[in-house]
């Protein structure tokens, strides 16, 4: 069965300290890998697509990278505003229709 | 550029109920998926419609359905509300069915009493 996985659930980091949040999947043939990002009582933003293994993706303090078996979103020197939930969604080369989303990682930055 | 339009923002019912979601999407968008968000599950795929067609529907029991018009505008209704119906519904709309990626409305916040 196609499942994304999330880790850590939540993250809190002081604002500037770096640190990576893993998205590991198991899908049966792999069209894309999608990040995104969402705010309290907002939808969820697009932030990167992923389509092979080696790819890498970069906004602003962002950065994404794909493995065969993960991915993982780098968040260099993160601010306050960062703060957010971050979701990893995966689409299967058999089924493009939806998305199968992780359960998110809550990043907090403090000040 | 508009983006995704999800009305209303917020529903009140009680159980039995049944109400209509509405989503409005990018303009020039045809395709249209629907997600349930809940804190325990996460993102859950309802359905999708592209050209008026439901093109796949998640594993979600009868009493949810959906339609799509001609102008790519969709609707989704839940009868016989249950408490357990509680949650975010989310549209998307992409340029078509095979088109990522998705982006997302701010939601109906739906509550059942």
């Known amino acids: 069965e196609d499942q994304v996985t999330q880790s850590p659930e939540a993250l809190r980091l002081q604002e500037g300290e770096s640190s990576s949040l893993n998205c590991s999947y198991t899908?049966?043939?792999?069209?894309?890998l999608f990040w995104y990002r969402q705010d309290p009582g907002k939808g969820p933003e697009f932030l990167f697509t992923?389509?092979?293994a080696g790819e890498e993706k970069e906004k602003e303090r962002l950065k994404a990278t794909l493995t065969k078996k993960e991915s993982f979103l780098h968040i260099t020197a993160p601010k306050p505003e960062d703060s957010a939930t971050y979701l990893c969604?995966?689409?299967?080369?058999?089924?493009?229709?939806?998305?199968?989303f992780g359960t998110g990682t809550r990043l907090q930055v403090f000040p | 550029k508009a983006g995704v339009t999800q009305t209303p923002r917020y529903l009140i019912k009680t159980r039995g109920q049944q109400v209509t979601l509405s989503c409005s999407p990018i303009?020039?968008?045809?395709?249209v998926s629907w997600y349930q968000q809940t804190p325990g599950q996460g993102l859950q795929f309802l359905f999708e419609?592209?050209?008026?067609?439901?093109?796949n529907k998640g594993n979600f029991p009868g009493r949810f359905s959906g339609r799509q018009f001609s102008n790519s505008r969709s609707e989704m209704n839940v009868s016989t509300l249950e408490l357990g119906d509680s949650a975010l519904y989310l549209c998307?709309?992409?340029?078509?069915?095979?088109?990522?990626?998705?982006?997302f409305g701010d939601g109906t916040r739906l509550s059942i009493l």
């Open positions: 899908v049966s043939g792999l069209r894309g």
């Open positions: 303009s020039g968008h045809r395709s």
């Open positions: 969604a995966v689409q299967a080369r058999y089924n493009t229709d939806k998305l199968i």
């Open positions: 998307a709309s992409s340029l078509g069915p095979e088109n990522q990626p998705q982006h």
């Open positions: 992923l389509y092979s």
């Open positions: 419609y592209f050209s008026e067609t439901q093109r």
